[in-house]
């Protein structure tokens, strides 16, 4: 299909199915926490547009289903025009979560499902390394929390140079836990953070690998 229409797109442009989805989102917030995680948004217009998508939904409620706290919205940092404007989504955005399966392939122009270019798919390309800490530099003033989900902090050494960058909140699968528990606690954060400075430095994956190689045997 054409590129980039699904997620938020998709739901803007469906707006009465998307109230429907809200709706229920705000009933389940009465019987216990509940957040908004918007995917795939690109600008401070989709954001504004997705929440007043949900300021109608809940409009819509009767007064008792109202009660409680606004439920807080998030967004997805997935693709760079929002990663480069962190700070400026976050004037709307309660919190962030780095969406790495989908950056990768939108900054390295890589479909990680085409056998063609797949092999471009590159966690460890500087860029990567170099938008995710301007995510985290542009969020940390403003109080913005900042989780990451995707397959990459699955390898351990990604994950030893995501906590150097100062991601400190992580979403995996359940059978990666055990391992980057331990690797938590194997290495200091004051070596991760050293790791991280340096590698943002340096021109290639090869030359990130080995530097993670040397510095962290244990874990390579």
């Known amino acids: 299909g054409p590129l980039g229409l699904r997620a938020i797109r998709l739901s803007l442009g469906h707006r009465e199915a998307f109230e429907i989805q809200l709706r229920a989102l705000a009933r389940a917030g009465r019987h216990g926490g509940v957040r908004v ?3 795939l948004v690109s600008s401070v217009d989709e954001l504004r547009e997705a929440k007043a998508a949900l300021r109608s939904a809940t ?6 289903a109202q009660d409680g706290a606004p439920m807080p919205v998030g967004i997805m940092i997935e693709v760079p025009s929002a990663a480069l404007t962190v700070d400026l989504l976050a004037a709307e955005a309660d919190f962030f979560s780095i969406g790495t399966n989908d950056l990768i392939q939108y900054c390295l122009a890589v479909d990680r499902t085409d056998g063609r270019v797949a092999g471009l798919f590159d966690p460890l390309h500087p860029a990567i390394l170099r938008v995710i800490r301007t995510v985290i530099r ?8 900042v989780a990451l989900c995707g397959e990459m902090a699955a390898d351990p050494g990604a994950l ?52 993670l190689a040397s510095r962290f045997p244990e874990v390579s």
Not at 59 to 64: D, E, F, K
Not at 138 to 145: E, K
Not at 169 to 193: G, K, N, T, W, Y
Request: proline share 7%; aromatic share 2%.
């Open 59 to 64: 409009g819509r409620l009767s007064a008792s």
């Open 160 to 211: 030893l140079l995501l906590l150097g960058l100062g991601v400190t909140e992580f979403s995996m699968s359940p059978a990666a836990i055990p391992e980057a528990r331990d690797l938590v606690r194997q290495v200091s954060m004051r070596d991760a953070r050293r790791a991280a400075a340096r590698a943002v430095g340096l021109p290639t994956s090869h030359d990130i690998a080995a530097l």
């Open 138 to 145: 542009l969020a940390r003033p403003r109080g913005r929390q």
């Open 37 to 39: 995680l918007l995917p």
